[in-house]
């Protein structure tokens, strides 16, 4: 059985495709930033938030030495909902390219250096 790892899988696009893969038959790791946040019935949970390098370390060491088939990085956020592009701060725009750019990134990068099977 295939592995997928779903990062943002509470609400959703991120909750749907983990239904959809539950579906299909695939093992479903899915990520939530609160650990109260419910998944649909079948995924595996995992806290994580993708904007701490300290998360992103302990879900790459829950993770060690398991493979996973396909990396979904779906969690983020929509800082500009419902602001005018002219009142947004610099720091609005820095904060959204951290959790929609850098954050993806870099759990990519933690997975394939931490998580790789050794033969």
């Known amino acids: 059985m295939p592995t997928i790892l779903i ?4 609400r959703g696009i991120g909750f749907a495709l983990a239904q959809s893969y539950i579906n299909d038959g ?3 790791l899915g990520t939530r930033r609160n650990p109260r946040d419910e998944l649909p ?3 595996e949970a995992i806290t994580l938030d993708i904007t701490s390098t300290e998360s992103i370390q302990g879900l790459t060491e829950t ?3 398991l493979p ?3 990396l979904w990085n779906n969690a ?3 800082f500009d909902k419902n602001i ?12 959204s390219f951290e959790v929609n750019t850098i954050a993806p990134i870099r759990i990519a990068e ?3 250096l931490n998580t790789a099977v050794e033969s």
């Open 26 to 28: 695939w093992h479903v």
């Open 110 to 112: 933690d997975l394939i």
């Open 68 to 70: 996973i088939d396909l």
């Open 63 to 65: 993770l060690y030495k």
């Open 76 to 78: 983020g956020a929509y």
């Open 41 to 43: 019935k079948g995924v």
């Open 84 to 95: 005018n592009l002219q009142n947004l701060t610099n720091a609005d725009w820095i904060r």
């Open 7 to 10: 990062t943002g899988a509470s």
